[in-house]
């Protein structure tokens, strides 16, 4: 075998889908983003602005909003890539496969009652017992599963990244210890339901708020604001009520089979 170790070797450590998966959806999503700020913010000429908005509006808009659900789904199959590079064994497999059959059944349950869904706290259970990528394949799972319910489009990928990053980040403070203890269980939950709103509502402007503007951006934003609180209200009280007996079944399951 090389010095170097095999491509699942590279795979199998713990840092490197975060590395490409940032450098996708924090690097090459912003940098479509630079060229807009600078119009903005360092051209004198309206002009000019009005002129590279036009553009972008009646030339690339397409191309401009494939841009970004290329860039979520290339971040996304950086963590599939990972875990079937990781060969893991069915008994592995099995209890990310139902948490989130779970977590897609709990959100066309509660479909009537708009943003208050149990997903983003199975994500943070599956990342918090089984690890972060499994916490990552949980979400997007179930985003991609209940959206055929829901209607799948170009925000299937952002949902799946963006609960998926959710379960990911679970994982990385549990491994901490942080989450242990409940008012920080809690918080987090909370403000993770805000991070899903920010990349949705975040997708939501850029692809379809047009002509950009910040005020329009930030009406976008505000609207959104109570339905990411009931968001974050929503994992709060599924928390409350599932996190601690779950896990304490979730915990024996993986002691009692060996899952890592």
């Not at 360092?42 to 002009?47: G, R, V």
């Not at 709990?106 to 009652?113: C, D, E, I, K, T």
């Not at 972060?132 to 949902?159: C, E, K």
């Not at 709103?197 to 329009?216: E, H």
């Amino acid at each position: 075998m090389s010095p170097l170790g095999s491509p699942a070797s590279y795979f199998s450590e713990s840092g490197v889908e975060v590395f490409l998966a940032v450098a996708l959806a924090a690097v090459f999503v912003p940098a479509l983003l630079v060229e807009a700020a600078v119009a903005v913010f360092f051209l004198a000429d309206e002009a000019v602005v009005f002129a590279v908005v036009v553009f972008l509006v009646e030339a690339d808009l397409v191309v401009f909003v494939a841009v970004f659900v290329v860039v979520a789904f290339a971040a996304v199959g950086v963590f599939f890539a990972s875990f079937e590079a990781s060969r893991p064994a069915l008994r592995q497999i099995m209890p990310t496969v139902v948490l989130a059959a779970l977590a897609a059944a709990g959100r066309m349950l509660f479909a009537p009652v708009p943003d208050f869904k149990p997903v983003s706290a199975i994500c943070i259970l599956a990342g918090a017992v089984f690890g972060r990528r499994s916490g990552f394949l949980v979400g997007a799972l179930a985003a991609l599963v209940s959206n055929f319910f829901f209607g799948q489009g170009p925000w299937t990928p952002w949902q799946m990244y963006a609960w998926g990053l959710v379960g990911y980040l679970a994982g990385v403070l549990a491994d901490r210890g942080w989450l242990d203890r409940l008012p920080v269980l809690y918080a987090y939950g909370f403000l993770s339901a805000l991070l899903y709103g920010l990349l949705l509502n975040g997708w939501y402007v850029i692809g379809f708020v047009q002509p950009f503007s910040w005020p329009a951006a930030l009406v976008a934003f505000g609207a959104a604001l109570p339905f990411d609180a009931t968001h974050g209200v929503a994992t709060v009280v599924f928390l409350a009520a599932l996190y601690v007996p779950w896990r304490k079944k979730l915990e024996r399951i993986k002691r009692k089979y060996a899952l890592i």
